[in-house]
């Protein structure tokens, strides 16, 4: 395979291969700094893991985002990282009119499934579309032709058009798959074993001061609940016995990131370590809240279950 070595406009280097995978090592956060990527979902399967990130393209409007793709990053080893060339285009679902919002990607029976947020071609507001591969660097399809939830299915809560974002997904060891999303209000739902319908009835979940980017996860018997947090965001968390809750909420897991309005997390476990993935606009000289990027930092829990603060940091992960 040939491999081109090139300086990048941020002044890093990157090693561009001849199938247009990128490879290249973090020297610390943010970890990606030849493009602006934001929402990270993280994903650990067969010894890596994969970074599932809306583009945050430019020029953007002043203060609006421009995303009409989500890119994909996998690492054995938390340092060096490959930028696989295939992307996710908020067009490939062929009902949505664009805006590649917050995703993240699950595997079920060796088949990948892609949740994504993007804007209904034809019923006003945002959706929540679902594609799947036998590959989890794609290439994906649009598993449904159509939206899984509209923005019509929730008017019972909220008027707003943007309530039903940012996806997370979750299978508990019993075998059921929830899907929990929202902005404003939370809302979960049971899927069905085939990933791509709903099981049962769409439930609102109570969190104080909750704004959007729900990420649930387990450990330990406990059930996490983390979201971002009035506005401009930081990281909060809710803890539960019971997937169904009640949630009790913990306070801050994350202050406000550097130079981003929103903050958008990912918590995952890989190696034996517990590692905390996000987003902030600390790319020079142009970095802000619709130019981001991604970081990594160390999550620790404490031996009741509670989580200590995270420490961001400009290092990046050192062991
Ligand atoms: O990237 C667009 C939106 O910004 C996401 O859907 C939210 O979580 C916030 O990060």
Redesign the pocket.
């Given at each position: 395979m040939m491999l081109l070595t090139l300086m990048t406009c941020a002044g890093s280097f990157a090693t561009f291969a001849s199938n247009n995978d990128t490879t290249f090592v973090a020297s610390g956060n943010p970890i990606v700094n030849y493009k602006y990527l934001?929402?990270p979902a993280a994903m650990v399967y067969d010894g890596k893991v994969y970074i599932y990130a809306?583009h945050d393209e430019c020029p953007a409007p002043e203060q609006y985002?421009l995303?009409n793709e989500w890119c994909i990053l996998s690492t054995e080893d938390m340092h060096t990282f490959t930028e696989h060339a295939y992307t996710l285009k908020a067009t490939d679902f062929k009902w949505a009119k664009g805006e590649a919002?917050?995703s993240q990607v699950i595997e079920r029976n060796g088949k990948f499934y892609w949740y994504v947020?993007v804007e209904h071609a034809t019923i006003p507001g945002k959706s929540i579309g679902v594609a799947v591969s036998d590959s989890p660097i794609g290439p994906f399809k649009d598993a449904r032709g159509s939206a899984l939830i509209t923005n019509d299915m929730t008017t019972e809560y909220t008027s707003i058009r943007w309530d039903d974002?940012?996806p997370t997904v979750f299978i508990d060891d019993d075998g059921q798959a929830y899907l929990f999303w929202g902005n404003t209000q939370c809302y979960y739902a049971k899927l069905k074993e085939n990933m791509t319908e709903l099981d049962g009835p769409i439930m609102p979940i109570q969190l104080p001061r909750f704004t959007?980017?729900p990420w649930i996860h387990k450990h330990n018997g406990w059930y996490y609940l983390s979201f971002?947090s009035e506005f401009p965001e930081k990281i909060c968390y809710a803890m539960s016995r019971n997937i169904n809750g009640p949630w009790e909420y913990k306070g801050i897991l994350n202050e406000i990131a550097g130079n981003s309005n929103?903050n958008?997390q990912a918590i995952i476990e890989f190696k034996g370590k517990s590692y905390f993935i996000y987003?902030n606009g600390s790319i020079n000289t142009d970095g802000c809240g619709f130019r981001r990027a991604i970081c990594i930092d160390r999550l620790y829990y404490n031996e009741d279950g509670t989580i200590r603060r995270i420490q961001m940091t400009s290092e990046g992960i050192w062991e």
């Open positions: 934001g929402d809306g985002y995303m919002w917050a947020t974002i940012d959007e980017a971002a929103t958008h987003h």
